[in-house]
């Protein structure tokens, strides 16, 4: 095994990520080291960076010492993740040269502009931190290249966590917080891949004040989704898209072919409203109008931690009826169908739309639908 100290030039210079790589970091030295002959960019169109070669340059670092085998098995887990290996390295220290390594990407990466740890930390580093600790779940479960085929959604539920955090109206709901009055006792993932599944040893506060006692609960945890209704306020008609749902198949449903709107994963970099509007051009082809937003929500809170961000978006639907569209990477099979409100509305009554999504859709839809119409 390679003792040699490891310098880092990038991401793992933020001390509350490294500490979740590293697990455990006691007796690791944090050195100030400058690596020559390069210097540190971003990758192009990414949220890391990368070292260019520059006779002239110079990336400052930190010299991290004191590695022990855990430790190094935890690195390379997760810089294997991001398809990187260890090279040579010799650095500059306040105490003289030494000898190091630092993990290269196997294929160079464009780089962009000049990067900065400040503008990372930020920009990005709550959804790192996020991921990290995902990532760090599966160390001794699974290699580092099972790790890189899962980062992509591992990221969506990263993603995730930090849109959690932004503030909504506490009125009449409690104010408590998960910080605050949440305890986690144990933690585990027992499961996880394009979804996962975390279980939970807790005890939370209870409207009284005390604790509750140790209970166990577990969720399905995905990253956040979009949905959009596109409407044609002209005539007054709605596109529907039906498709092969699993959920239903494995209720036993013995139609599992479901009624939805335009739904879509929103990426970690991508505004909700963008991602209604891609979903709308990879699953119907269609260019969407004005976005009306109808509610972000939890469909079902008491297991799943999706958020869905349900959407209204006008549109011409002339000549969508019965197409069928779908990312072909992605499996999907997706056909369209444009029917009249009032026939859409009477299908939610009768329970042929059994989407929860479309149900909150439609029935927003027949409450706004006069006032959409005078304005087209």
Not at 254 to 276: F, N
């Amino acid at each position: 095994m390679n003792e040699a100290p490891l310098f880092v030039f990038g991401t793992l210079r933020c001390r509350p990520l490294r500490d979740i790589v590293l697990g455990d970091p006691e007796g690791v030295r944090a050195i100030p080291a400058t690596l020559a002959g390069v210097r540190t960019h971003w990758v192009a169109g990414a949220d890391y960076p990368v070292l260019i070669d520059d006779p002239d340059g110079s990336s400052n670092g930190l010299l991290l010492d004191g590695l022990d085998p855990t430790h190094r098995a935890r690195l390379d887990f997760f810089e294997g993740g991001f398809d990187y290996d260890l090279v040579p390295a010799n650095v500059e220290t306040a105490e003289g040269p030494r000898d190091a390594v630092r993990y290269r990407p196997s294929s160079p990466p464009e780089a962009g502009g000049p990067w900065s740890l400040a503008e990372w930390e930020a920009r990005h580093a709550p959804r790192w931190l996020a991921a990290a600790e995902e990532a760090m779940d599966y160390f001794g479960r699974i290699d580092a290249e099972t790790l890189a085929s899962r980062m992509s959604q591992i990221w969506l539920r990263a993603a995730s966590r930090v849109r959690a955090a932004a503030p909504l109206p506490a009125t009449v709901r409690s104010a408590a917080t998960s910080q605050e009055d949440v305890e986690t006792l144990v933690h585990s993932r027992p499961y996880g891949n394009y979804f996962t599944v975390v279980e939970k040893d807790l005890s939370f506060r209870r409207f009284d004040g005390s604790w509750s006692d140790p209970a166990t609960r577990a969720g399905f945890v995905s990253g956040d989704a979009v949905t959009v209704l596109p409407y044609d306020p002209v005539a007054d008609t709605a596109l529907v898209i039906e498709q092969f749902r699993v959920g239903p198949h494995l209720r036993g449903d013995p139609m599992p072919w479901v009624l939805e709107p335009i739904a879509g994963r929103v990426e970690p970099d991508e505004s909700v409203e963008t991602t209604a509007r891609r979903e709308a051009q990879e699953e119907t082809g269609l260019d969407l109008g004005t976005l009306h937003f109808i509610s972000g929500h939890y469909p079902s809170p008491g297991m799943v931690a999706e958020y869905v961000y349900s959407y209204v978006a006008e549109a011409y639907l002339a000549d969508q009826d019965g197409t069928v569209a779908g990312a072909a990477e992605e499996n999907e099979d997706i056909r369209s169908h444009v029917v009249p409100l009032d026939s859409l509305i009477e299908m939610v009554r009768t329970g042929e739309v059994a989407s929860g999504p479309l149900v909150i859709s439609v029935l927003w839809l027949a409450l706004n639908r006069d006032r959409l119409r005078a304005g087209a």
